[in-house]
């Protein structure tokens, strides 16, 4: 059982789903989403020196760009200043509807999410 969970996410879109999926029932580990693109800018040591020993470091983010060395240093630094945690990745490959049909058991993302339509799925 994850005890300490922090998620770094991309963008609102990927924040919003991490705190809808850790409503009851939680289908993902408590912890407190943060907007952070990790793709885009390395987690300065101001926000690291915060996460305690052993969180869970979950990052949060899609692979439309492809130069990820700040992801890289990003996740050098959580090594350096967070050595007891262990990193997670959430990674969206597709869109984000497809990717969580693709890693749930639902059958459409209407499904996770009750909405009437996919175009009102991110509303």
Do not use: W
């Amino acid at each position: 059982m994850i005890k300490n969970c922090v998620y770094f996410c991309e963008g609102p879109c990927e924040e919003a789903l991490i705190k809808a999926l850790q409503k009851s029932p939680a289908l993902v580990a408590a912890g407190r989403p943060r907007p952070f693109n990790v793709i885009q800018n390395i987690i300065p040591n101001s926000i690291l020196l915060q996460i305690k020993q052993g969180t869970t470091v979950v990052f949060v983010f899609d692979t439309d760009k492809e130069i990820t060395d700040k992801l890289q240093k990003s996740i050098e630094q959580v090594k350096k200043h967070c050595p007891q945690s262990k990193i997670v990745f959430l990674i969206q490959v597709k869109n984000l509807e497809d990717e969580l049909v693709r890693c749930t058991d639902v059958k459409k993302v209407t499904d996770l999410t009750q909405s009437q339509s996919v175009s009102n799925f991110k509303t």
